[in-house]
C-alpha cells in the first residue's frame, strides 16, 4: 500500500515558477514509477511527466518539455515537479500517482496503469 500527499501548489503569475512535491508513506516506494498528471477544470486528467524508480527514466507531454523536471529523491520517499515558465494554461489540479513497474511512454501516459492517487493539489496561473 502506497499513500500519496501532493503540496506545492498555489496562485503564480505567468512566468513564474514553483515546485511541487509528492511524499509518499510506505516501505516500497523505491519500486514504483511516479507521475504526475494534471486536470483542468472540464477537461480530462492528462499525463504530465513520470519518472522511473532509480530516475534513469523519464517521460514528458510535449506541452511541457523544456519548463518542467521531474526528479524523485527516494531516501526521503518524494517526488517532485519543477514547473518554469509557467502559462495560463498550466493551471489544473496536479496529481502525482504511483505505477509499479515501468514501461514505454505510450503505457506510462495512461492513468489507468497507476496503483495509487494522490488528493491532488491546485496549480493556478495568471496572466
Known amino acids: 500500500q502506497v499513500q500519496l500527499v501532493e503540496s506545492g501548489g498555489g496562485l503564480v503569475q505567468a512566468g513564474d515558477s514553483l515546485r511541487l512535491s509528492c511524499a509518499a508513506s510506505?516501505?516500497?516506494?523505491?519500486?514504483?514509477?511516479m507521475g504526475w498528471f494534471r486536470q483542468a477544470q472540464g477537461k480530462e486528467r492528462e499525463f504530465v511527466a513520470a519518472?522511473?524508480?532509480?530516475?534513469?527514466?523519464?517521460y514528458y507531454v510535449d506541452s511541457v518539455k523544456g519548463r518542467f523536471t521531474i526528479s524523485r529523491d527516494n531516501a526521503k520517499n518524494t517526488v517532485y515537479l519543477q514547473m518554469n515558465s509557467l502559462k495560463p494554461e498550466d493551471t489544473a489540479v496536479y496529481y502525482c500517482?504511483?505505477?509499479?513497474?515501468?514501461?514505454?511512454?505510450?503505457?506510462?501516459?495512461?492513468?489507468?496503469?497507476?496503483?495509487?492517487w494522490g488528493q491532488g493539489t491546485q496549480v493556478t496561473v495568471s496572466s
Open positions: 500517482a504511483a505505477y509499479r513497474g515501468w514501461s514505454s511512454i505510450t503505457t506510462m501516459r495512461a492513468r489507468s496503469g497507476y496503483d495509487y
Open positions: 510506505g516501505r516500497t516506494f523505491s519500486s514504483y514509477a
Open positions: 519518472i522511473s524508480w532509480g530516475a534513469g527514466g523519464r
